[in-house]
């Protein structure tokens, strides 16, 4: 059983930084892909970034040249470096795992196969 954990949410000023982790269990490594989705009240859910095990990435255009995704060399333990924050990036942060699919890489949601956390909460106010 696949399970993702988050963890490095806060509050912070626009201008701050915040990096999230998020460790897993029973997650293979070999395929898919990993990632970070987020969810603002009232607003879709919107893929922030993925990476896959050959250490590729995608970052979403909004967060371009200021969030960064990573990750450990076996992929239990994903990052997401958020720095230069605004208001607008307040949401609920989910680490997400796509075993057997890449929608993730491409900004998209799979409607199926897409394994996630609780989330985490970010809030960055002006």
């Known amino acids: 059983q696949i399970k993702l954990l988050e963890s490095g949410g806060g509050s912070v000023q626009a201008g701050g930084s915040l990096r999230l982790s998020c460790t897993t269990s029973g997650y293979s490594h070999r395929s898919g892909c990993m990632g970070w989705f987020r969810q603002a009240p009232g607003k879709e859910r919107e893929v922030v970034a993925a990476i896959d095990s050959t250490g590729a990435y995608s970052v979403a255009r909004s967060v371009k040249g200021r969030f960064t995704i990573s990750k450990d060399d076996s992929m239990t333990t994903l990052y997401l470096e958020m720095n230069n924050l605004k208001p607008e990036d307040t949401a609920t942060y989910y680490c997400?795992?796509?075993?057997?699919?890449?929608?993730?890489?491409?900004?998209?949601?799979?409607?199926?196969?897409?394994?996630w956390g609780q989330g985490t909460q970010v809030t960055v106010s002006s």
């Open positions: 997400a795992a796509e075993p057997a699919s890449r929608f993730l890489m491409i900004q998209r949601l799979p409607g199926q196969g897409l394994y």
